[in-house]
């Protein structure tokens, strides 16, 4: 078992930028690879980034390419997602999940190879 713990977001103005945390506890973090997910109202949760359990590897969803980022510090068991030029389309719930993966370079982009969520944290972007 292991638990997360979103923070980080709020309201921002377009253009701005934010940075999430995921602070896992429970299990041995290193061991998961991690994603950030969002869901905006009406629509389905869609993938916005991922990252391997060793760091090496990421991978992004078409619509935050070169402006989010995520990384990770496995000595702090603490995942991030650095959210630069954010659009009011960025709008959404985002969660951070885990996935308990076999290889230190895997990392899924899919939403159902994840064996544990957050609670999530509300970003807003609007003027």
């Known amino acids: 078992q292991v638990q997360l713990v979103e923070s980080g977001g709020g309201l921002v103005q377009p253009g701005g930028s934010l940075r999430l945390s995921c602070a896992a506890s429970?299990?041995?973090?290193?061991?998961?690879?991690m994603g950030w997910f969002r869901q905006a109202p009406g629509k389905e949760r869609e993938f916005v980034a991922a990252i391997s359990r060793s760091g090496g590897n990421t991978y992004y969803g078409d619509s935050v390419k070169g402006r989010f980022f995520i990384s990770r510090d496995n000595a702090k068991n603490t995942v991030y997602l650095q959210m630069n030029r954010l659009k009011p389309e960025d709008t959404a719930v985002y969660y951070c999940?885990?996935?308990?993966?076999?290889?230190?370079?895997?990392?899924?982009?899919?939403?159902?190879?994840?064996?544990?969520w957050g609670q999530g944290t509300q970003v807003t972007v609007s003027s």
């Open positions: 429970g299990r041995t973090f290193s061991s998961f690879a």
């Open positions: 999940a885990a996935d308990q993966a076999l290889s230190v370079y895997y990392c899924a982009i899919v939403a159902r190879e994840y064996d544990y």
